[in-house]
Each structure stands twice: as C-alpha cells, then as structure tokens.
C-alpha cells in the first residue's frame, strides 16, 4: 500500500523510491511486533478482525484509487477516464455546504487553480465512494459474523490497549462515548483531520 503511488506513477526519482522501501519495511516490522507481542502496546483490535482488516483494504483501495487519478495526468488509458467519470460525477453530487467533498475543497488555498480544484475535488468524491463501500462491508461483516461476539467474550486489554477500564465510572457508558467520539474525529493517514472529512481519514 505504502509503494504503490512510487511504482504506478513515473517519474519517482531513486532517492524517493529508496526512502518509500525503507518506510515499507519499518511498517512491515512494526505491524510484525504488534501483531506477534503477547502484551498489547498501540495497534487497537489486535484479536478482533475484521476491523482493522477493513480500515488496511479502504485504505489501500483509497491510495490506489488516487494513484490511477493521479496516473491518468501523464499516461491516460481507459480505466483511469473510469475512475475520473466516477470520481468526478460523485463529487458534483457531493459537493454541496457541510459535505465531505466540499469541506476537502475548503482546504484548498484561495488561489488555487481550477485543475487542481477540480482534481482535488474528483479525488474527493473517489475517495468517499470508498470509504462508503468499506463501511457498508464492515456493517455487513457485522451483522454476519456477529463480530465481536463470535469467539467469546471482548477481551478490552488486549484490543483496546489504551483504555483502561478500570479508572472513571462504567465501563460501558465510557466504550459508547469513547466509540462516538472516535467516529467523529477519527482521523486516518499522516493528516489528522477531522472524521467528517471522511476521504482524508484515518
């Protein structure tokens, strides 16, 4: 996921493409260690799939849907005109005040170009289509598989490593604020943004 713009996309110089493998292994072992350490440390829902297997495929179809945006610039072929049409024709039924699609273009500078305002703004509405997909599999997944309930009881240490369920009041009351409050400024990515941006997050 991490080297897929670098390898889509020509015109990545050596140095670019050296620094993108080392990120791609330091990940790699760092997701390794977590996932293989008997104690939990940052990763949330170790041992309770398919969570974090959904948010890792959204977010890779999220990067290769905009690597084929961005390839089509410079190397244009029929399926990056479909991902433009789809992208371009969500984000113009998207783009109305307080969507997704027209708070991404509220980040934009007042000076940018129409190109880019009309990129950004395809590669918006891509991106939300995506992040829809995803969380209507994962409510699929759900409602399917009866997560996290099918293999016994929610083991909080191991999957919520940062939540200490013995401090504050119930514990209950405290998941359901924390789980509201996350899927509001949940963020996704390097870009700390808030949750109703959804195709910048995570």
């Given at each position: ?29 760092f ?16 041992a ?28 244009p ?60 599999f ?23 490593p ?11 009351t ?16 390097p870009?700390?943004?808030?949750g ?7």
């Amino acid at each position: 996921m991490i080297a897929t713009p670098s390898l889509m996309l020509k015109g990545t110089a050596t140095d670019t493409a050296q620094i993108v493998g080392l990120v791609c292994i330091v990940a790699g072992v760092f997701v390794f260690v977590e996932y293989n350490s008997s104690s939990p440390s940052l990763i949330e829902f170790r041992a309770a799939p398919p969570f974090n297997r959904v948010r890792y495929f959204g977010l890779a179809a999220t990067v290769l849907a905009l690597t084929v945006i961005a390839k089509g610039v410079t190397e244009p072929t029929t399926m990056t005109v479909l991902f433009n049409i789809v992208g371009g024709a969500l984000a113009e039924a998207m783009d109305f005040p307080y969507s997704p699609v027209r708070l991404v273009l509220l980040l934009l500078p007042a000076e940018a170009s129409a190109d880019l305002f009309d990129s950004v703004r395809t590669a918006a509405g891509l991106s939300y289509l995506v992040s829809l997909l995803s969380l209507a599999f994962f409510v699929l997944a759900l409602r399917l598989n009866n997560w996290p309930n099918q293999r016994g009881g929610f083991n909080v240490w191991t999957n919520l490593p940062t939540f200490d369920p013995t401090a504050g009041g119930d514990v209950v009351t405290r998941l359901e604020r924390d789980g509201q409050l996350n899927l509001i400024c949940n963020s996704q990515g390097p870009h700390r943004i808030s949750g109703f941006v959804l195709p910048l997050r995570r």
